[in-house]
């Protein structure tokens, strides 16, 4: 059996991934065996192809699978679960996964799994399609909590798809999920030679290496919307407090609305005054249109509160939205003008778990274990650090 390895790093220890054939693999005992999927769609007007990720509960990076759940596992039941676990986790109805979708299949060394990938190719209409209904999945929020775009090729056009994977390759990924990505690429041949050696030269940055910095001065201003849901999380019934953050053009997780005035605007600096806040919210809803579209609902029918945190240098509104508001901005972010242009997507933070038993409270702390060991701009990561603290 021909095998190769690769070497990866996951949290702090080191993998071995064994390249294996799909057939060969099922002849494998004492093992356990999961399949997952990576939906791309190459409609796109700019000559890139748009790959879909999702944010986990664990606040890594990956793609819609899960475990085979047969004991004497053939490569039908690989088929079959992946196509499960697709429907199951983003809603995905369209033609199924098939043998002839498969990309490559690895042994962890470090556990019981044997890892299967598989790639799908989406039209447009079906892109946008699981973009507006993978919420209303069976297993949303509970395995996963939205999904984004990941922009490759086209990267004469500005650079645009290099800015943001150089940040998307250094985020922290579920198991081999980055190495995934990369085989799928190289074998489907979405990118040319050259840029396909960029990306693999890219591949194993770190989380903090050649993370952009901003040059932006003066007060920053931005939003954490968030609401309260009664959702069902595996054999529980929680209520949860959930923030919505996004996905930037140069592949960072950021608060929606982010931007800077000018100290001198203000009255008295950066204090958190009511004429401050009357010019901060004026400026902050121009933003929330630019992030989220023009539909969203008007910030005088909501109730906020302001955070003020860096010596008075960022003051954040803590908006509270109806359950609908809330929802409805998920399903609509598709429509918004620059959505795939300067926002390529939006998930939920879970902030507060609300259950009947121990295990609620650990959700929100396995979230976070994970998510704030991703890429952020400017000084997000330490302002959702503070507010999850709190």
Not at 176 to 204: G, P, Y
Not at 261 to 274: A, C, K
Not at 298 to 316: A, G, K, M, R, Y
Request: aromatic share 10%; hydrophobic share 35%; proline share 1%.
């Amino acid at each position: 059996m021909a095998t190769t390895t690769t070497t990866t790093t996951n949290t702090d220890r080191r993998h071995q991934y064994i390249s294996l054939e799909l057939d060969a693999s099922t002849e494998l005992r004492d093992c356990k065996h999961a399949a997952h999927c990576l939906l791309y769609s190459s409609a796109d007007c700019s000559g890139r192809h748009l790959v879909l990720l999702q944010m986990r509960f664990d606040g890594l990076l990956g793609f819609a699978g899960g475990e085979v759940e047969v004991a004497d596992v053939t490569v039908a039941d690989i088929v079959d679960a992946t196509n499960r676990e697709l429907e199951e986790e983003i809603n995905y109805r369209f033609d199924g996964v098939t043998r002839d979708d498969w990309i490559c299949t690895h042994r962890d060394s470090g556990s019981p799994f044997v890892q299967h990938f598989f790639a799908k190719e989406l039209t447009a209409d079906q892109l946008r399609q699981l973009e507006t209904t993978h919420t209303t999945a069976e297993h949303f929020p509970c395995e996963s909590l939205g999904l984004f775009r990941v922009p490759i090729g086209g990267f004469d056009q500005k650079g645009t798809s290099r800015k943001f994977l150089i940040n998307f390759l250094g985020q922290r990924f579920a198991g081999n999920a980055r190495q995934q990505f990369i085989e799928t690429v190289k074998k489907l041949s979405l990118v040319s030679d050259d840029d396909l050696k960029w990306m693999e030269s890219h591949s194993e940055l770190t989380t903090d290496s050649g993370l952009a910095v901003g040059s932006e001065t003066g007060i920053e201003i931005k939003t954490l919307l968030r609401t309260d849901l009664d959702v069902h999380y595996y054999d529980e019934s929680v209520n949860v407090t959930y923030g919505l953050m996004i996905v930037r053009e140069d592949g960072l997780f950021d608060f929606v609305g982010r931007h800077y005035v000018s100290s001198g605007d203000n009255v008295g600096g950066g204090d958190d005054t009511d004429s401050n806040r009357k010019l901060w919210l004026q400026s902050l809803r121009q933003h929330i249109v630019h992030d989220l579209g023009k539909d969203i609902i008007p910030l005088e029918q909501t109730t906020s509160d302001v955070i003020s945190v860096d010596n008075n240098l960022c003051h954040i509104f803590d908006i509270q939205l109806s359950d609908s508001h809330f929802c409805q901005i998920e399903t609509n972010l598709v429509e918004s003008t620059n959505y795939g242009c300067k926002v390529f997507g939006i998930f939920r933070v879970p902030l507060v778990f609300r259950g009947s038993t121990s295990k609620a409270n650990q959700y929100v702390q396995r979230f976070f274990n994970g998510f704030l060991s991703q890429r952020f701009a400017g000084n997000s990561r330490n302002h959702i650090k503070h507010i999850y603290d709190k």
